[in-house]
């Protein structure tokens, strides 16, 4: 499983949604 962390930080890199 993915920590939120990382999910939340890949969103802002990829800036998506």
Do not use: D
Not at 1 to 17: A, C
């Amino acid at each position: 499983m993915i920590p939120v962390g990382s999910f939340y930080n890949w969103k802002r890199r990829n800036k998506f949604i």
